[in-house]
């Protein structure tokens, strides 16, 4: 009884902490004539309200698809219409057609805030509060600070609450997490279904769906596909395959409406980048400009070979050994990898590799909350943009507190609380010396913290030169880009060298 009156306090912290940041400005307000990401929420409930189905995702002169023009699965259409059905009983003005464009009003914020803060209670928040009851091997108290530190990572708030104040990134992941708490549980059927809803919410989901597909694939090779093996398999394939007709009947009436509706989710001629993205391919663009040097078909290939090279192994591997713990550590690598070498990336994409460090912070502490700290510095230059300073710094130091004081990850930097020790003894085998790399790492973390919170400091503090005017975005991109490929190296060994930690173990007992 104890634990779940601890578990309600903070879910309380957490929501208040949401409606504390969601008071802010949003991103485009009072800005003609796009107005910014609020107005795109809002702009795809008076389009799914008023216009039939099958023109949802086609160019008119009541849809005009250089005006937020809808780019999201059909679930997410589904439920701006569900939004707009509760906007039309409040008040029609905020849907009406055309004539609502940029409508700005206490009362709509106030409704646009109820919606993702009701879609967190109902989806996100049930989903982090049972993921972590359900850990094992860890104390009440531990489960109950891992959610507190859950809820509290800033990098999600700020965009859900803050930037685009209403995008329902809460949703698609809330989706993810009941999907890989189902598989994770034997769960299988219902954790297939919840993913395929993930997918058809935001399509960025796929940087998830390799490590779904290789621990299902895994399992079913496990069972053997002659027998029980066999029968999984059919019944997952039925499950996916059902899903995603239901999700896309309306669009399956007609082959130009299922492609239509494939370009705007799938923009290939937006090239390998937007913006300022903490990634490969934009950090090198500094250097070479290969955006403009390669042709596009040129960039696609290239990215999809370097994106499927770097996720191959930890997928292999999960296929032949599939355990709930690997599942999790893929997911973070596989993820990772989208983001540093697909094809055009969004910053808020480093949410898709956040959601599943979070579920392994009890796992590694240390390492996992300085990954959270640098995927929130990672998108600076976009909260920056939207006025966003206070309430990034007072949510991530609210977050670091958290977790130091839940997680003492001071005292956890070993390299068995690193997981590191079986690759530390394998590599000591060809040199002896080798006993400083947790004391590394250590050091490593003090330069990252140092770095991002001096260019923090110069990016709100000084001026960039006039012929550098982006120099500060840039740098934040580059040091968050050297931060994420180290992860990528550390997340893989993990990953390549747990089955040899495994045996080491068994040896030892």
């Given amino acids: ?55 949802w995702y086609f160019n008119s002169s009541d849809n005009n698809l250089q005006y937020w023009g809808l780019d999201y699965p059909p679930l997410t259409a589904y439920h701006s219409l569900l939004c707009a059905y509760m906007a039309k009983f409040i008040n029609p003005d905020w849907i009406a057609l055309h004539t609502s464009r940029g409508y700005e009003s206490q009362a709509h914020k106030l409704f646009m805030r109820s919606t993702v803060l009701i879609a967190d209670l109902l989806i996100y928040i049930p989903a982090v509060v049972l993921y972590c009851c359900c850990l094992k091997e860890i104390s009440t108290k531990k489960k109950i600070a891992n959610a507190l530190c859950i809820l509290l990572y800033p990098g999600l708030i700020l965009i859900d609450y803050g930037h685009f104040q209403n995008i329902y990134n809460s949703v698609s992941l809330g989706f993810a997490l009941w999907g890989i708490l189902g598989v994770s549980c034997d769960w299988d059927l219902l954790g297939s ?63 130009e409406q299922t492609l239509q509706v494939l370009r705007r989710l799938f923009p290939v001629d937006r090239g390998l980048f937007e913006d300022k993205v903490a990634n490969i391919w934009c950090s090198f663009n500094v250097l070479l400009k290969i955006k403009d040097i390669l042709p596009r078909h040129i960039q696609l290939i290239m990215s999809f070979c370097f994106t499927f090279l770097s996720l191959l192994p930890a997928c292999i591997k999960l296929t032949l050994q599939p355990s709930s713990k690997g599942f999790k550590f893929t997911l973070v690598s596989c993820a990772l990898s989208f983001f540093l070498f697909s094809f055009q990336v969004h910053e808020k994409s480093i949410l898709l590799v956040s959601l599943p460090v979070c579920l392994i912070l009890s796992d590694i502490p240390f390492m996992s909350t ?119 190296v550390y997340f893989n060994i993990i990953i390549m060298w747990d089955s040899k930690n495994r045996r080491n173990q068994k040896k030892i007992s």
């Fill in 1 to 55: 009884m104890e634990k779940w009156y601890l578990m309600t306090i903070v879910v309380l912290i957490g929501l208040t902490v949401r409606w504390t940041v969601s008071l802010n400005s949003y991103s485009g307000a009072g800005k003609p004539p796009m107005f910014g990401d609020y107005e795109a929420q809002r702009h795809w409930q008076e389009i799914t309200f008023n216009l039939p189905v099958k023109q």
């Fill in 370 to 488: 300085w990954f959270l700290l640098v995927s929130t510095f990672s998108m600076l230059p976009l909260l920056l943009k939207d006025e966003l300073l206070m309430p990034s710094v007072v949510t991530t130091m609210a977050f670091f507190i958290a977790c130091v004081t839940s997680f003492t990850i001071f005292e956890k930097t070993s390299e068995e609380e690193l997981q590191l020790k079986s690759f530390s003894i394998s590599v000591r085998k060809y040199l002896p010396c080798f006993t400083f790399l947790s004391r590394i790492i250590q050091y490593l973390f003090l330069i990252s913290v140092i770095t991002m919170v001096l260019l923090t400091l110069m990016t709100v503090t000084l001026n960039p030169p006039q012929k550098l005017p982006d120099l500060f975005s840039v740098l934040v991109c580059f040091v968050s880009c050297l931060n994420f490929l180290f992860f990528l």
């Fill in 193 to 255: 279904l919840a993913f395929c809803l993930a997918v058809n919410y935001k399509q960025m989901e796929l940087y998830h769906s390799l490590p779904f597909f290789c621990f299902l694939l895994g399992k079913c090779f496990k069972k053997g596909l002659k027998g029980k093996g066999f029968v999984l398999l059919v019944k997952l394939a039925c499950t996916v395959v059902a899903s995603f007709i239901l999700c896309w009947l309306p669009f399956f009436t007609e082959r």
